[in-house]
């Protein structure tokens, strides 16, 4: 006979469990994204989510859509011609993102991989973007870096930086090599 006790309510609860916060979840998704770029000297990704947490679009850097990729180049030597340079060619990740939304990117959040140019700055702060966190700001001491910087904060876009605990690409690691061996 089962008997009624105090603790009733909570029999099989357990502790929940998630080894990622939204912030980390959606820069993996990123970094994911990145890890698709074709490019072989920078892969950069981005994923815009709605207020919800719920993925909107997602971007990475690649040449313009539909185009026959073996007559472009990749390198990035700037003593040829832009004609003869990946950045004659080459569509950012957030570009694409944002070329891609069949959604409104208004009050978004956008996860970067690397702190937008000012060419995505334009883009971001023109769809209404609420705020963009980024991993890497390694080209914070450029003309461009600084005027993406000027764009947001003129347009009240707030920005911050994530920063990734290392731990996370271990247990990832060892999640997805469980779900390989359950096959
Ligand atoms: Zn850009």
């Known amino acids: 006979m089962e008997t009624k006790n105090s603790s009733s309510d909570t029999i099989n609860f357990v502790d929940a469990k998630?080894?990622?916060?939204?912030?980390e979840y959606f820069?993996?998704?990123?970094?994911i994204a990145a890890?698709?770029?074709?490019?072989?000297?920078?892969?950069v990704g981005s994923v815009f989510v709605d207020k919800n947490n719920h993925q909107i679009t997602m971007g990475y850097n690649g040449f313009v859509a539909g185009i026959d990729?073996?007559?472009v180049p990749w390198g990035k030597d700037k003593s040829a011609p832009l004609e003869f340079q990946k950045y004659g060619y080459v569509v950012h990740s957030e570009a694409n993102?944002?070329?891609?939304?069949s959604r409104s990117l208004e009050g978004s959040k956008a996860y970067v991989t690397l702190f937008p140019?000012?060419?995505?700055?334009?883009?971001?702060?023109?769809s209404k973007v609420k705020e963009v966190v980024f991993l890497s700001d390694k080209h914070q001491e450029t003309e461009s870096n600084r005027i993406a910087k000027k764009i947001f904060d003129l347009s009240s876009v707030t920005y911050r930086s994530l920063t990734f605990r290392p731990e996370i690409l271990q247990n990832l690691n060892e999640h997805l090599q469980n779900l390989l061996t359950d096959i």
Not at 18 to 23: F, I, K, P, V
Not at 27 to 31: E, P, S, T, V
């Open 18 to 23: 998630s080894a990622l916060s939204w912030d």
């Open 27 to 31: 820069m993996l998704q990123a970094m």
């Open 97 to 101: 993102a944002i070329l891609h939304s």
């Open 69 to 71: 990729e073996t007559k």
């Open 35 to 43: 890890f698709k770029s074709k490019d072989p000297a920078t892969k």
């Open 117 to 126: 140019c000012n060419e995505c700055a334009k883009l971001i702060a023109s």
